[in-house]
Every structure is written in structure tokens, then in C-alpha cells.
């Protein structure tokens, strides 16, 4: 799904302007020369550092003083190795767990094979001959550099109770336009014809979130058919609704964070406020319509007949009412020209830099052998972090204390980050352990990963002693939990097996606002697990076999819905990513959250308005 980027963004500090830092660094420089001089006999220290230090720092971004990556670097290759070998007595659950991997991962080859056809061939021939327009994903590639994309959620809208809605309708993901990262949000129209179902309102919000959570530009490609009636209940009233589309588009604006838009096909009702209220738009001649209420309407209104084009093409927009800022002839057009209009918003992409780092000593392909069927056949998680980590290198924390949390630091090609990984039921200590160790990663800005596995139920306390060591035990999380959830630094969240009950949510579970959540295919999302379900037992009751139908039942029921392509189906995820290539992905999502460090914020917090 990735592919490697060497590429990260910077933002430029506008001309004359004195950066933020200097202010405060001369009134140190003031302070340091009274406090010093005398020790220095004269020679006035702190008078050479303003003309020769502050000097430097001029030309300087805030808070990128000096940096210590290569200093890391070095220092690196100093941490303890993990021993990923694979013992004898594993050798059975390992192989268990191969073979549920690929009878997983042939599924969910299955189902990308289905979503990445749309709406169909038909559909597809339909919208590309007769139409005279581009399927979604030939758009996506006039509009993003060379290099593959991360899509999000490309599971979404599958089996749903209103039946299929591939992809949900419309492509999101993260790519690079001239280098810079951005979000963007295309409807495909082959799909439903672009109507917008709720899934796909969800779908379309979660991308505006990542967009915010990570300032990153977005792009919208609209060919939108307005809502699906028949399920206007679901998709219009609320607050997470569609209007809340149009509502995080100016709020965007505010922060500072650029949106441009192309019309590149039919945008009715709900869908024309979003390349209108975009920063700048382009709009396509012939295909590119723009109008509250189409033809049809105007006709059954007033018995009217007016041509789409008339009613709200390209030329009427460009030239009378100013919705579009940009007029383009051909689709090729329309998408360079948003290239363009992005090389205008001043940012400069940061000198090519390769980042030394050493691969993992264990291959990744082993993974596969290590993705846990059910919690039962679990094994070791260092063995998982010595086939993500740089070198199988590993800085642990509290290594000997609270062992069912593994906790400590290591580098995901060349980037640092702090290591949350279950490793059994998550005990009192376990929970302190990772309480301290989250607010030490918070207190140093240094991103969080977790790797989550919880155990799918807890035993009853059977004693007073028992009751208040599981007392405790809850205090414990609660700890962890306000540390996790207040934590100021970036989070991914992969779920390499077991995502179950309250301990999910110490884990940076979606409800914990991860700047990424990832699973892998064999993942389980529910509040119990059905397969630790014990039976009714017979006690010659009349109503036991009504009961024993009852739980048969409920535990199908679970079984389907705990399923991560179920989970994926419904937006409670990213999406779902193979485990060989769960490094790559994380190194990818660590370097787009580092594009905002280098983006300079104007104190102006109004939208741009037409």
C-alpha cells in the first residue's frame, strides 16, 4: 500500500519577519553577560554569542535551534539487540497462526480486488465513454506525484445493512502533490452514481479530521450526486452529519490550513457548497456542473427546461457567479492547474535527505507466524518488535516490571518512537508502567506507538483479597488512561490481534483520537470475545435449549461483527494493513507527522471568504 518517500515539506517564514525565538534569546543574552562578566575578566562571553549565535539562529525556524538527529543516529546503534529467534516450543502456534494469516489475507486480497472495480464495469464504461469523464483513480494519478499513495479505509461501506457501498463511494488517502503531503477526497461516481450514503459522509469526515490532526492541505475532487434520499435521516439532521463537511471546511480555512477543489463532474445540492467554500477551484468545461437543484427540478418546478451547462456549467461559474476561480478545458487541465495553484501556498520541500538506518536482523515475512489466530495463541511481542524495529534494536523500559506491558524506545527507519506493546493481560503494574512511560514520551515530544493485543476478559474476583487487588488493578488504568488520552505528542495504534473490552481504550483505541489506527487481518474488534463463551449448562429446565439457541446465536452474531473487515466496513479504522508491510506504513505516518513541525501558523485565525 506504500511506497518509500524521502520527501517532507517545509513551510517558509515570510520575508522580513523576525522569528519568535529571538526576542527571548536576546533577553537571555542581556542576563547572561550581567551575571558573567566579571568571571570572565572582561572578554564579555555573552557578547560574542549575540554577534556570532544569534546570527545563526536568524535564518532559523522555531524551535529547530539545533537538531540532534545525527547525534541519535550515533547513538542508536548503542541500544540492546532483541533476540527474535524462534524457539521449539513456539514452533505449533506459530504454524497455527500462518495458516489463519493467509486464509485472512486471501480475503482481504479479494475484497481490494472488488473495491478497486468501483461501482462495476459496466458503471465504469458508462462514466468513461458515454460521460466522456476519468474513473477516480486515473484522476488521482494526473493529481499526485510519481509515487504510490497511502488510501484509507479502502474497505469501507462493504456489507452494509443498505447493502454495498464500495469504498464508500469516494477515495481518500494521503499522497504528495509537488512534494507536499496532502489529504485528499475524491467521489467516484460509478459508485451509486455519486450519491452520498452515510458511510460515505463518515468516510469523508474522518479524512477532514486527519487533515486537521496532522495540518495537512486538502484536496477535494467532486463528482457528487447529492444525498441518497431514502436515507436523509442518517446522513443530514445530526451533528456528525453532512453539514459537518462544510462546517470543518471553514474551520480549516481558520487554521490556516490550505483546501483547493476541482468540479469534475455533477456537484447538486450539499455537494456544490464544498468546492465553494474551498479556497480556490477549478472547474471543468462540459462536465463540470455546479447547482443546488439540477434540471430535473427546475423542470417539475417551473416546467422549464434548462441544460445543465446553462443552469450552472463552467463558463457561468467562471465568469458570472465567481464559485470557480479557474476555468479548465480538458480534465488533464484541471489537474495541473491545482498542481499549480499548490506550488503557490508557499511551502518548499526540504532538501533531500537520506536517512541512514539498519533493517530489521528478522525478516518481516515472519510476522505472518506471529499475527495471533485468537488471544490463546499469542506469543511473545518482542518477537514482533524485532521485525519492526531498526537493527531488532530496542530500548527497553522497566524491563523486569510489569512484564504483560512492554514499554521503551526504538527507531522505524531512522524515526524515533516510543514503544507501547500488550503482552498479556494488562495488571496493575503493568498499567503504571505504561502510565509513566506515556507521560515520559509526552514530556520529550517523541510519538507513541501502540501495539495492541488486550485479553478478551478478565476473571471475577472469587475474594475479598481478589476484589481489591482487581480494585487496584482499575485504578491502575484509569492512571494510564488520563496519560494516554492527554498525551500532546502524535499516536499511531495498530491492532496486531485482540482489540477487546476497556483495555482497548488504555491502548489508544479509536475513542482515544490515535492520529492513525491501523489493524492487521487477523484482528478482532468487540467487548468480549464469543469464542470464550462458556455453554448454558442442562439442568432439565424446559427453557435451557431456548437458551443455549439464545447464546448460539449471539456468539454468530459476534463472530461476524468482530471480524476487521467488519470493523473496516464501518470506518472504526484506517483501515486494514498486511503485516510484512507494517513497518513501512508506520515510517510513512511518522514522516507525515513531522511535516507539521516545519509550518509556520499566522496569528490570523479567519477563513477565506468569497
Known amino acids: 500500500m506504500w511506497n518509500t518517500v524521502t520527501l517532507c515539506s517545509l513551510g517558509r517564514l515570510p520575508p522580513h519577519t523576525t522569528p519568535p525565538l529571538l526576542p527571548r534569546l ?99 464504461l458508462r462514466h468513461t465513454q458515454r460521460n466522456k469523464k476519468l474513473f477516480v ?26 447493502g454495498d457501498v464500495p469504498a464508500a463511494g469516494c477515495l481518500t488517502g ?80 481558520a487554521m490556516r490550513i490550505p483546501q483547493v477543489a476541482v468540479v469534475c463532474g455533477s456537484c447538486v445540492a450539499g455537494g456544490a457548497y464544498v468546492p465553494t467554500m474551498a479556497e480556490e477551484a477549478v472547474i471543468i468545461d462540459k462536465i463540470g456542473t455546479l447547482f443546488l437543484a439540477g434540471p430535473p427540478l427546475v423542470k417539475a418546478a417551473t416546467g422549464e427546461y434548462v ?37 503557490t501556498i508557499n511551502y518548499d520541500p526540504l532538501p533531500e535527505e537520506v536517512i541512514e538506518h539498519d533493517s530489521p536482523l528478522y525478516s518481516s515475512d515472519e510476522l505472518l507466524g506471529l499475527a495471533p489466530r485468537d488471544y490463546r495463541c499469542t506469543l511473545p511481542v518482542k518477537l514482533i518488535l524485532s521485525r519492526l524495529m531498526d537493527g531488532s534494536r530496542f530500548q527497553e523500559f522497566k524491563a523486569n516490571y510489569g512484564t504483560t506491558l512492554v514499554t521503551g524506545f526504538g527507531h522505524v527507519e531512522g524515526h524515533l518512537v516510543g514503544i507501547v506493546a500488550n503482552n498479556g493481560e494488562l495488571s496493575h503494574d503493568a498499567a503504571l508502567k505504561g502510565s509513566h512511560f506515556v507521560q515520559l514520551c509526552s514530556q520529550r515530544s517523541i510519538p507513541i506507538l501502540f501495539l495492541q493485543n488486550t485479553a478478551p476478559h478478565t476473571a471475577e474476583p472469587t475474594s475479598i483479597s481478589q476484589a481489591e487487588a482487581h480494585s487496584n488493578r482499575l485504578k491502575a488504568q484509569a492512571s494510564m488512561m488520563a496519560a494516554v488520552a492527554c498525551a500532546a505528542v502524535p499516536k499511531i495504534t495498530i491492532v496486531i490481534g485482540g482489540c477487546y473490552g476497556s483495555e482497548s481504550y488504555v491502548m489508544c483505541g479509536r475513542s482515544f483520537s490515535p492520529n492513525f489506527l491501523f489493524l492487521w487481518p487477523n484482528a478482532r474488534v468487540a467487548l468480549v470475545d464469543s469464542r470464550h463463551f462458556s455453554t448454558v449448562p442442562h439442568t432439565g429446565d424446559n427453557d435451557c435449549t431456548g437458551d443455549e439457541s439464545e447464546l448460539k446465536q449471539l456468539k454468530e452474531k459476534l463472530e461476524e461483527e468482530s471480524s476487521a473487515f467488519y470493523s473496516s466496513a464501518r470506518l472504526w479504522d484506517d483501515g486494514v494493513i498486511l503485516p510484512q508491510n507494517t513497518r513501512k506504513v508506520i515510517a510513512q505516518c511518522l514522516e507525515i507527522l513531522e511535516q507539521q513541525k516545519y509550518q509556520v501558523i499566522s496569528p490570523y485565525q479567519y477563513p477565506v471568504l468569497r
Open 174 to 253: 494521503i499522497g504528495k502533490i509537488c512534494g507536499v503531503w496532502c489529504v485528499f477526497m475524491a467521489n467516484d461516481a460509478t459508485v451509486k452514481g455519486g450519491t452520498i450514503y452515510p458511510i460515505g459522509v463518515k468516510k469523508q469526515l474522518r479524512a477532514q479530521e486527519i487533515a486537521m490532526q496532522n495540518r495537512l492541505l486538502s484536496v477535494y475532487l467532486v463528482d457528487s450526486g447529492g444525498a441518497f434520499l431514502p436515507l436523509q435521516s442518517e446522513l443530514f439532521p445530526d451533528k456528525s452529519h453532512g453539514g459537518r463537511i462544510f462546517y470543518n471546511e471553514a474551520i480549516m480555512s
Open 307 to 343: 441544460s445543465p451547462e446553462d443552469l450552472g456549467g463552467a463558463k457561468l461559474h467562471s465568469k458570472v457567479s465567481g464559485c470557480s476561480d479557474h476555468f479548465a478545458s480538458s480534465e488533464k487541465e484541471a489537474y495541473e492547474c491545482i498542481r499549480n495553484v499548490i506550488s
Open 26 to 124: 536576546q533577553t537571555f543574552n542581556r542576563v547572561f553577560e550581567r551575571k558573567y562578566k566579571d568571571l570572565c575578566h572582561g572578554k564579555q562571553p555573552a557578547h560574542i554569542l549575540q554577534n556570532q549565535g544569534l546570527k545563526r539562529t536568524r535564518n532559523m525556524l522555531p524551535c529547530r535551534l539545533v537538531s540532534n538527529k545525527a547525534k541519535c543516529r550515533r547513538y542508536t546503534k548503542t541500544y540492546p539487540v532483541l533476540d527474535g529467534r524462534i524457539l521449539s516450543v513456539y514452533q505449533h502456534v506459530f504454524e497455527e497462526n500462518l495458516r489463519n494469516s493467509e486464509a485472512v489475507i486471501k480475503r482481504y486480497s479479494e475484497l481490494l480486488e472488488m473495491v478497486s472495480k468501483g461501482g462495476g464495469e459496466n458503471a465504469i
Open 137 to 162: 483513480r486515473e484522476r488521482l494519478k494526473l493529481l499526485l506525484d510519481d509515487e504510490s499513495f497511502l488510501e484509507l479505509s479502502p474497505l469501507a461501506g462493504l456489507n452494509m445493512p443498505y
